[in-house]
Nanobody
Framework: QVQLVESGGGLVQAGGSLRLSCAASGRAFSDYAMGWFRQAPGKEREFVAAISWGGRVTNYADSVKGRFTISRDNIKNTLYLQMNSLKPEDTAVYYC????????????????WGQGTQVTVSS
């Protein structure tokens, strides 16, 4: 089992940047593929980005490609999401998730979730 705690959210103006972190504890972090998802008010949770166990393979939602970067540090047991050129439509609660299998864009396939961190982008 792994426990996940997100941090780094906040209020930022459009065009600004934020870096989210997800600290993992429990079972070996490197055993899990990791993903970032987000959920805006009144909308379903959607995929943002995912990364393989070793960090060499990543994939992104089209809406964030070229603006967001997912990375991980398996020594520090931490997952990151660097978000640049933020837009008001990026406003959502952002969640990190762990999967004891290969990375996926399907939230239903993830085993563990953090509590989420709010990101608000003002226009």
């Amino acid at each position: 089992q792994v426990q996940l705690v997100e941090s780094g959210g906040g209020l930022v103006q459009a065009g600004g940047s934020l870096r989210l972190s997800c600290a993992a504890s429990g079972r070996a972090f490197s055993d899990y593929a990791m993903g970032w998802f987000r959920q805006a008010p009144g909308k379903e949770r959607e995929f943002v980005a995912a990364i393989s166990w070793g960090g060499r393979v990543t994939n992104y939602a089209d809406s964030v490609k070229g603006r967001f970067t997912i990375s991980r540090d398996n020594i520090k047991n931490t997952l990151y999401l660097q978000m640049n050129s933020l837009k008001p439509e990026d406003t959502a609660v952002y969640y990190c998730a762990a999967r004891a299998a290969s990375r996926s864009e399907d939230a239903r396939l993830y085993d563990y979730w953090g509590q989420g961190t709010q990101v608000t982008v003002s226009s």
